[in-house]
């Protein structure tokens, strides 16, 4: 089962690993700002999450970006 906070992969989207930050409806939405059906979602094994690379990069926290995208 897929929840916020695990790293997954999405079917179509090579092998860029996204981070969930909401799980609704059968929808997973991203921190990419995308959401994606549950069904296109891969989690990805707790002992695979050690190979993980990526590009060092700035975000603020979910919540705080919300608030914003409200006012």
Request: aromatic content about 8%; proline content about 4%; hydrophobic content about 35%.
């Amino acid at each position: 089962m897929i929840k916020k906070g695990d790293r997954i992969l999405v079917h179509g989207e090579s092998d860029e690993v996204f981070c969930v930050i909401e799980v609704q409806d059968n929808r997973v939405f991203l921190s990419s700002g995308c959401s994606e059906p549950m069904a296109k979602c891969v989690k990805i094994p707790d002992e695979d999450l050690k190979d993980i690379y990526s590009i060092i990069k700035e975000y603020l926290p979910t919540e705080i970006s919300m608030k914003l995208f409200r006012t």
